[in-house]
């Protein structure tokens, strides 16, 4: 599976963004899928998953009530939609794929995307 992501850019505090990633080659509909980030200087951080079907999605304390994920599997696309966004959601954003929830949370990913840049000034 080839993951990219789109939808970066420089936005203000408290504005919206959608993160879209894009998935070519096998289905995702056999894997969970996931969002990360990684700030300058900082390691990469777990941002939320999906499950396969899309029933069941977990997120980071850090954006909690924020950010949304959501999936078509149909159109082998993954949504991150970021409301109400703050300075300290800046960085680069990744997607993944994985076999479970679990493996997500722990960085056992089957496959990285390519990242997207996420700048909020305040």
């Known amino acids: 599976v080839q993951l990219q992501a789109s939808g970066g850019g420089l936005v203000q505090a408290g504005d919206s963004l959608r993160l879209s990633c894009a998935a070519s080659g096998r289905s995702i509909s056999t894997y969970c899928m996931g969002w990360f980030r990684q700030a300058p200087g900082k390691e990469r951080e777990f941002v939320g998953a999906?499950?396969?079907?899309?029933?069941?999605?977990t997120d980071a304390v850090s954006v909690e009530g924020r950010f949304t994920i959501s999936r078509d599997n149909a159109k082998q696309t993954v949504v991150l939609q970021m409301n109400s966004l703050k300075p300290e959601d800046t960085a680069v954003y990744y997607c993944a794929a994985a076999l479970s929830i679990a493996a997500i949370r722990r960085s056992s990913v089957e496959y990285w995307g390519k990242g997207t840049l996420v700048t909020v000034s305040s």
């Open positions: 999906i499950t396969r079907n899309g029933d069941s999605v």
